[in-house]
């Protein structure tokens, strides 16, 4: 454990926090509740998707070996075959179908045409009564429309991953093979405690000398969007007994115990004794960073029946706060919460203008992504990079990653980007 004051690097930060958690218990869950949570177990096709051979389009049924060898063919219309009939229907040779999206192919067909290339008694691309001859226009291929048994899905194929963060797509597919629910580990619980004798809640007066908490809202955003449930404390003031007794209650139910402010070394900076002593030793407390050296962590172990907790101590300015959650508590809350994916997407980006940061640490400079004139994405920064500045990280689509090594980047060099949820949209809709 790192009691000393050397700061220790990113990697070896975030290989402290990461070394012993393991995902938390699982939860069987509705189709409804699952969105954004991990899946706990695989999930493998019970039945073939689709479960039979069914039309593409509303069209006619046919068998290819009625066609005239060139130009049109007309055959009598024997019946029709609607979404939702069993399969085993047969097509008489020398007949045609009506066939309805979805619907069983019947036995003998082997191509499908659409409705709008025949002409009938409806005129041309209108359906033709039963009993009635329909003329094709142009003679389809062999499976022409025709969407094969199995084509998505044969089973035991994998529908879900152990690990895999379930989209609407994920979804829809489970409830397509008859899946009605999902095993899916629990979301970890965040204990948010904003701390300072200076700190007001948003919405009430704020006289001179006070700030608006603005750390705990923001966190609560990142937790949601990390898979956790985020629980928003009530202010702590610089006051040791009260901040340990606060630290107390929340480890009694929750995962994760989160605070901001007061772990840099100030006469009245108590947090990093509270959470030593809650814990019973600190693993780290500085990382080689900017922003956001000054970083509290701790972990207590679990014994018996109680769980083990992880306590975070972050910086008190606004930006420091979210940057460092984002390096290095949402990972945790990802690994606690059983997604095989922990981190931030990194893209490689062209630089708009030059960009220089402090040597000797990983510096994480809030940019902006924009288009070039060739549409491809560029970065520039969004603002000052002062870590008590809070618009340049709301206006900003990403980190840029720079150092401790390569500290100069000149415009029009590549540099990875660590991105934000949503991307700057295209100049215009289903632009390729």
């Given amino acids: 454990m790192n009691h000393g004051r050397s700061p220790i690097t990113c990697e070896r930060a975030l290989e402290l926090i990461l070394q012993d958690a393991r995902p938390l218990g699982t939860e069987l869950l509705g189709l409804h509740e699952i969105d954004r949570r991990a899946a706990a177990v695989p999930v493998a096709a019970r039945r073939p998707l689709p479960a039979w051979d069914n039309s593409a389009k509303d069209g006619y049924a046919v068998a290819l070996a009625d066609f005239l060898p060139a130009g049109s063919t007309t055959l ?89 963060e379930i989209s609407p797509g994920a979804i829809a597919l489970l409830a397509a093979v008859g899946e009605a629910a999902a095993e899916v580990h629990r979301r970890p619980s965040v204990a948010l405690i904003a701390t300072g004798d200076e700190l007001v809640p948003p919405g009430e007066e704020a006289p001179p000398g006070k700030l608006y908490s603005s750390n705990a809202p923001g966190l609560a955003a990142l937790v949601r969007r990390a898979g956790g449930t985020p629980r928003i404390e009530p202010i702590v003031t610089d006051d040791p007994a009260r901040l340990r007794a606060a630290l107390g209650r929340a480890l009694e139910s929750n995962d994760v115990v989160v605070t901001s402010g007061g772990v ?150 590549l540099a990875n980007v660590q991105v934000f949820d949503p991307l700057p949209e295209p100049g215009r809709a289903f632009e390729t």
């Fill in 76 to 164: 009598p219309v024997a019946g029709e075959v609607a979404a939702g009939h069993p399969p085993g229907t047969e097509l008489v040779r020398g007949t045609t179908l009506r066939i309805m999206t979805g619907a069983p192919i019947p036995g003998g067909a082997d191509a499908v045409v659409p409705v709008e290339d025949t002409a009938g008694g409806a005129g041309r691309g209108g359906f033709t009564r039963v009993g009635q001859p329909v003329t094709f226009l142009r003679t389809p291929v062999s499976g022409a429309n025709v969407r094969p048994f199995g084509a998505d899905l044969r089973p035991g194929d994998l529908v879900l991953e152990r690990g895999q």
């Fill in 264 to 413: 840099s070394a100030g006469e009245h900076d108590y947090v990093r004794g509270a959470i030593d002593e809650a814990a019973g030793g600190l693993v780290f407390w500085k990382v080689l960073m900017r922003p956001g050296q000054p970083l509290v962590f701790a972990r207590r172990p679990g014994s018996g029946e109680m769980p083990a907790r992880y306590l975070f101590g972050l910086p008190g300015n606004p930006t420091s706060a979210l940057v460092t959650f984002l390096e290095f508590v949402r990972p945790l809350l990802r690994r606690l919460g059983g997604f095989s994916g922990l981190f931030l997407p990194v893209i490689g980006v062209r630089l708009a203008e030059a960009v220089d940061s402090e040597p000797g640490r990983r510096s994480f400079l809030r940019v902006r992504l924009e288009r070039g004139s060739d549409g491809t994405l560029q970065a520039r920064l969004a603002g000052p990079q002062g870590s008590g500045l809070l618009r340049p990280l709301a206006r900003a689509h990403g980190l840029l990653i720079s150092g401790p090594e390569r500290t100069h980047h000149a415009a029009g060099d």
